[in-house]
């Protein structure tokens, strides 16, 4: 009996090792993932501003706009001096 008490502990701990390694394995995938739309989002604004730099200049503008507008109407924290 306690051999196989054994035998289950072992394969729980094997599965367990399993699951970290395919953890690894997944967030080293979805920071490549990232990395890869990163470049392929900044790839797109070059060739736009090349391309039509109007439209480029006009979409940096919303994107700016944007930026601000939650910049200002984000909730601020007071300051806390201890």
Known sequence: MERLIQLLD???DLVGAFRLLSE???YRTL?????F???AL????????VVHP????ALAMLLLIGL?????TAPHHPLEIV
């Open 24 to 26: 690894r394995i997944r």
């Open 37 to 39: 739309a990163i470049l």
């Open 31 to 35: 920071s490549l993932i990232a990395v």
């Open 10 to 12: 072992d394969l729980d």
């Open 68 to 72: 601000l507008y939650h910049s200002v």
């Open 54 to 57: 109007p439209l480029a200049m």
């Open 42 to 49: 900044q790839a797109g604004g070059v060739i736009l501003a």
